[in-house]
């Protein structure tokens, strides 16, 4: 919805093109109102405790006890002592299924120790998300009043 049909409802409302009741330019632009107009009303508050979305798209040892500390409610660090490439799979698990966490590298001893602390960027994201949903709606709206 956003990269596509956001994009050119957004480029139809700059365009100085006559438009009317009912066309298909109005009835995008209300389409994609509607998407943001739900994506505002979506609540916006940071995390109550430490619990974060625990879902991995890889089920291995390591990946589910990431899996077990990212789902407690109570736990903020977790560490794992691994060789290189274990820890390289873990941190790319990390970036690619958009955990909460901030990683270091503790290099003291061998093998080395990941070390992952739990933080806000979902609820970062939503913010940023909100602002550009309500400057988009605002940049729209005066499509959708034809």
């Known amino acids: 919805m956003d990269s596509i049909l956001l994009a050119a409802a957004l480029s139809?409302?700059?365009?100085?093109a006559p438009r009317s009741a009912g066309s298909t330019?109005?009835?995008l632009c209300e389409a994609v109102l509607d998407h943001l107009e739900?994506?505002?009303a979506e609540p916006l508050e940071p995390p109550a405790d430490w619990q974060r979305?625990?879902?991995l798209g890889c089920r291995c040892q390591y990946c589910r006890d990431l899996s077990r500390f990212l789902a407690s409610p109570?736990?903020?660090t977790?560490?794992?002592k691994a060789v290189q490439d274990v820890r390289s799979h873990v941190e790319q698990r990390i970036q690619l299924d958009q955990c909460d966490l901030d990683r270091t590298t503790n290099k003291l001893g061998?093998?080395?120790?990941?070390?992952?602390?739990?933080?806000?960027?979902?609820s970062e994201r939503r913010v940023r998300q909100r602002e550009q949903d309500l400057a988009d709606r605002?940049?729209?709206?005066p499509l959708n009043r034809v």
């Open 110 to 122: 061998r093998p080395y120790t990941l070390i992952c602390t739990k933080n806000q960027a979902s």
């Open 53 to 55: 979305p625990a879902e």
């Open 12 to 16: 139809l409302a700059e365009s100085a």
């Open 74 to 76: 109570s736990e903020s």
């Open 38 to 40: 739900q994506r505002i």
């Open 78 to 80: 977790w560490q794992l």
């Open 25 to 27: 330019t109005a009835r």
């Open 138 to 141: 605002e940049r729209l709206m």
